[in-house]
């Protein structure tokens, strides 16, 4: 099956930095990713869509300049959050449909864990 | 009201027990509907999709009710291993978005 990677798994960081989050597709092709957040003892939540080559798109009540999204390759999606803060800590996940699936088939990341302190 | 809902759970079941989980869904433009299933602090895995007409996975089955607008998945002699929680997944027609449900947690008990 399809292999989507992430990188880190986990970050620590000071409140106040910038966290780059990078989102890959290993062996095939990805023009949308998804990105996802999760709190714990609660599902996922889709944060925004990332689109190769345009805009991402952000769902409802997401700031979209402080989880900055760039998809500059078929291949590649980062998730930076800026001027991260306590209540930004969370598990985020990425995710790439398979294009070859005919039910809308997604493959996951394994995650990023972010604390920031 | 949510637009995947599940029961939280969590379901304390023994070895060897028949569970089932149910998940309703409010979008009927809903096309595509999944379990996944999620361990402690990793990624969801995919478990099955759910077909109009049923499936059925070793111990594992999965059924999609349009007119009621739910899908249910049963798990039959459960596994110490089958502990984790398991997300109901609903996708719109014409789009990858996924909808996730809040999940429902199973423990099997030695």
């Known amino acids: 099956g399809a292999v989507v990677s992430q990188h880190p798994s986990r970050v620590i960081c000071k409140s106040g930095t910038s966290v780059k989050i990078e989102c890959r597709s290993l062996?095939?092709?990805?023009?949308?990713m998804f990105w996802y957040r999760q709190f714990p003892k609660q599902s996922l939540m889709l944060m925004a869509t990332?689109?190769?080559?345009?805009?991402?798109?952000?769902e409802q009540g997401v700031e979209k300049d402080k989880f900055l999204i760039n998809h500059a390759s078929l291949t590649l999606s980062t998730l930076t959050v800026t001027s991260a803060h306590p209540e930004d800590s969370s598990f985020y996940i990425c995710?790439?449909?398979?294009?070859?699936?005919?039910?809308?088939?997604?493959?996951f990341g394994p995650g990023t864990r972010l604390t920031v302190l | 009201r949510k637009e995947v809902e599940q029961d939280p759970g969590p379901f304390n079941v023994p070895e060897g027990a028949t569970v089932a989980f149910n998940c309703t869904y409010s979008?009927?433009?809903?096309?595509?509907f999944f379990w996944y299933r999620q361990d402690c602090r990793k990624e969801p895995k995919l478990l099955m999709s759910?077909?109009?007409s049923g499936n059925e996975d070793g111990r594992f089955t999965a059924q999609l009710n349009r007119a009621s607008q739910y899908i249910s998945l049963l798990i039959r002699d459960s596994k110490l291993s089958d502990s984790a929680t398991y997300l109901c997944?609903?996708?719109?027609?014409?789009?990858?978005?996924?909808?996730f449900g809040t999940g429902t947690r199973l423990k099997v008990l030695a």
């Open positions: 990332s689109n190769e080559g345009s805009k991402a798109t952000y």
């Open positions: 759910v077909y109009s």
């Open positions: 062996d095939f092709q990805a023009t949308t």
């Open positions: 997944v609903s996708a719109p027609s014409g789009t990858y978005k996924y909808i």
């Open positions: 979008n009927s433009a809903s096309q595509s």
């Open positions: 995710s790439a449909p398979g294009l070859l699936s005919s039910y809308n088939e997604q493959f």
